[in-house]
């Protein structure tokens, strides 16, 4: 019996180059035709909480590991020397190689996911964390407060961003010396501000939550602040120059919201989000107008919100808050659908035991499919 010689095991080897590329590829779950509830998670896990946008150019904060882009922590950090997600105290920053390559690898499979040029050069001028280990900077708040309430998770006003003081060299458009000759292409669109009002050398500002510029800290700050996370946004106050921005900040029932999420509304369910989505279409409705719909009964005190009591449509919000209230809302909007004007398939199927709560439907889509989940739950209630 001949014994294979070393050049054909060699042969019947993978190349170098395979196992690196395989591995990558695999731990990046391939998009389905239709948005799966697990290639959504995934996906959640790649996006910064401040920009709402996939990483770039990820870092991670010490001892939490709570992970942004470089450029949206940059600015954070001027205004607090918290974690923007868990609030503890940051000791250091790092480079976090692994998520930076995952969110390349994601990018490369979902290129429609990438950001504008723009929107990379404006992050990369912001961003300050250029070793690989950068240790945090304390930053001097007004009206810091000293007495520290570990044990009180109750959200109150200090939870909330406050104004802070720059260095000379940090300018809004309201700024005396403002100069927009260093400034991006978008910035130059806004080259000053029609407010009337004058920042002196000193004065308090604000950040941006959207595109991260500078707003004067000017009172009443109303225009300036959702009345849900208490996070600060300039376009109430002067249009946004974030590329995109579709209104960060306005009255709750003028917010214009992207057709995409109606996708999403339902319990993270793409399933019941389908049904709710094709019910719409049928009526000609579109997200706007579920908006409307939905804040008619809220106002009304027909439909509720647990996120945020006591929230109309006149409260001024941002983006975020308003999709999130929404998800609330167009749950009770499709609690309400006659089952006369569903599928016979959809109104056939089964309880599930979980209802509402159920986690499974958000990544199981068999069991999503299977079970209704627009439904209270029924075991262990």
Same mark, same amino acid.
């Given at each position: 019996?001949?014994?294979?010689?070393?050049?054909?095991?060699?042969?019947?080897?993978?190349?170098?180059?395979?196992?690196?590329?395989? #591995?990558?590829?695999?731990?990046?779950?391939?998009?389905?035709?239709?948005?799966?509830?697990?290639?959504?998670?995934?996906?959640?896990?790649?996006?910064?909480?401040?920009?709402?946008?996939?990483?770039?150019?990820?870092?991670?904060?010490?001892?939490?590991?709570? #992970?942004? !882009?470089? %450029?949206?922590?940059?600015?954070?950090?001027?205004?607090?020397?918290?974690?923007?997600?868990?609030?503890?105290?940051?000791?250091?920053?790092?480079?976090?190689?692994?998520?930076?390559?995952?969110?390349?690898?994601?990018?490369?499979?979902?290129?429609?996911?990438?950001?504008?040029?723009?929107?990379?050069?404006?992050?990369?001028?912001?961003?300050?964390?250029?070793?690989?280990?950068?240790?945090?900077?304390?930053?001097?708040?007004?009206?810091?407060?000293?007495?520290?309430?570990?044990?009180?998770?109750?959200?109150?006003?200090?939870?909330?961003?406050?104004?802070?003081?720059?260095?000379?060299?940090?300018?809004?458009?309201? !700024?005396? %010396?403002?100069?927009?000759?260093?400034?991006?292409?978008?910035?130059?669109?806004?080259?000053?501000?029609?407010? %009337?009002?004058? !920042?002196?050398?000193?004065?308090?500002?604000?950040?941006?939550?959207?595109?991260?510029?500078?707003?004067?800290?000017?009172?009443?700050?109303?225009?300036?602040?959702?009345?849900?996370?208490?996070?600060?946004?300039?376009?109430?106050?002067?249009?946004?120059?974030?590329?995109?921005?579709?209104?960060?900040?306005?009255?709750?029932?003028?917010?214009?919201?992207?057709?995409?999420?109606?996708?999403?509304?339902?319990?993270?369910?793409?399933?019941?989000?389908?049904?709710?989505?094709?019910?719409?279409?049928?009526?000609?409705?579109?997200?706007?107008?579920?908006?409307?719909?939905?804040?008619?009964?809220?106002?009304?005190?027909?439909?509720?919100?647990?996120?945020?009591?006591?929230?109309?449509?006149?409260?001024?919000?941002?983006?975020?808050?308003?999709?999130?209230?929404?998800?609330?809302?167009?749950?009770?909007?499709?609690?309400?659908?006659?089952? #006369?004007?569903?599928?016979?398939?959809?109104?056939?199927?089964?309880?599930?035991?979980? %209802?509402?709560?159920?986690?499974?439907?958000?990544?199981?889509?068999?069991?999503?499919?299977?079970?209704?989940?627009?439904?209270?739950?029924?075991?262990?209630?």
């Amino acid at each position: 019996m001949d014994t294979p010689g070393p050049s054909s095991k060699r042969s019947a080897s993978p190349s170098l180059e395979t196992p690196c590329k395989k #591995s990558l590829s695999s731990t990046i779950p391939e998009a389905p035709s239709s948005c799966s509830s697990k290639y959504i998670d995934f996906e959640e896990n790649l996006i910064c909480v401040i920009c709402q946008e996939i990483f770039h150019d990820c870092y991670s904060c010490q001892p939490c590991m709570h #992970s942004f !882009c470089a %450029g949206c922590y940059s600015v954070w950090k001027l205004e607090s020397s918290q974690c923007p997600t868990c609030r503890k105290e940051v000791e250091s920053v790092y480079k976090n190689h692994t998520l930076n390559n995952l969110s390349l690898a994601y990018l490369n499979l979902n290129p429609n996911k990438c950001r504008s040029k723009e929107d990379l050069l404006m992050l990369d001028k912001r961003n300050t964390l250029n070793s690989p280990k950068t240790e945090m900077i304390k930053c001097e708040v007004v009206d810091s407060d000293s007495n520290d309430e570990e044990d009180n998770r109750n959200q109150t006003v200090n939870d909330f961003p406050r104004p802070f003081h720059l260095r000379s060299s940090f300018k809004c458009r309201e !700024c005396v %010396g403002y100069s927009s000759s260093d400034s991006t292409d978008s910035d130059n669109l806004y080259q000053r501000s029609n407010t %009337g009002n004058i !920042c002196q050398e000193g004065d308090t500002h604000l950040i941006c939550s959207c595109c991260f510029r500078l707003i004067s800290a000017v009172p009443p700050l109303s225009d300036r602040r959702c009345v849900c996370c208490g996070r600060f946004f300039c376009h109430l106050y002067w249009k946004c120059s974030k590329p995109g921005c579709r209104g960060c900040l306005s009255k709750f029932k003028d917010m214009d919201l992207d057709e995409k999420h109606l996708s999403e509304l339902i319990s993270k369910n793409p399933f019941e989000s389908e049904i709710l989505k094709n019910y719409l279409v049928s009526k000609n409705m579109k997200i706007k107008d579920l908006l409307t719909h939905c804040l008619q009964k809220l106002d009304l005190k027909q439909f509720t919100t647990t996120k945020a009591a006591n929230i109309n449509s006149e409260d001024i919000l941002c983006y975020c808050c308003v999709l999130t209230l929404l998800k609330e809302l167009a749950y009770q909007y499709r609690v309400n659908i006659p089952s #006369s004007e569903l599928p016979v398939d959809v109104v056939n199927r089964p309880n599930c035991y979980w %209802g509402n709560n159920c986690r499974t439907q958000t990544h199981s889509p068999n069991h999503a499919r299977k079970f209704n989940h627009i439904c209270t739950q029924t075991r262990f209630s």
